[in-house]
C-alpha cells in the first residue's frame, strides 16, 4: 500500500482515499477513482492533489491496491 505523495505512484483509474479541503481538520476520507492530476511537482508533503471522477478536488492519502 502506497501514500500519495509521490506523483509516480498516482495513475488516472486509480482507487484512492483522498482528504478535501474542508475536512482537513477532521481527517476524513473520500474514496474514489483519478480522473485528473492536479499536482505537477514529483512530491508533495501532504499528498499530490487529485480530482476524482465524482469532479470533488483532494490529496490523496493512500492509493489502494485493487489487488486485494
Same mark, same amino acid.
Given at each position: ?13 486509480? =482507487? ?6 474542508? $475536512?482537513?481538520?477532521?481527517?476524513? !476520507?473520500?474514496?474514489?477513482? *483519478?480522473? #485528473?492530476? =492536479? ?6 508533503? $501532504?499528498?499530490?492533489?487529485?480530482? !476524482?471522477?465524482?469532479?470533488? *478536488?483532494? #490529496? ?9
Amino acid at each position: 500500500m502506497k501514500d500519495g505523495r509521490k506523483r509516480e505512484d498516482i495513475a488516472i483509474g486509480d =482507487l484512492v482515499d483522498v482528504v478535501k479541503k474542508q $475536512h482537513q481538520r477532521s481527517g476524513e !476520507l473520500t474514496q474514489g477513482l *483519478v480522473k #485528473r492530476i =492536479l499536482t505537477k511537482a514529483p512530491f508533495h508533503p $501532504h499528498g499530490i492533489k487529485v480530482m !476524482l471522477d465524482t469532479n470533488e *478536488v483532494g #490529496r490523496v492519502k493512500e492509493i489502494i491496491d485493487e489487488d486485494f
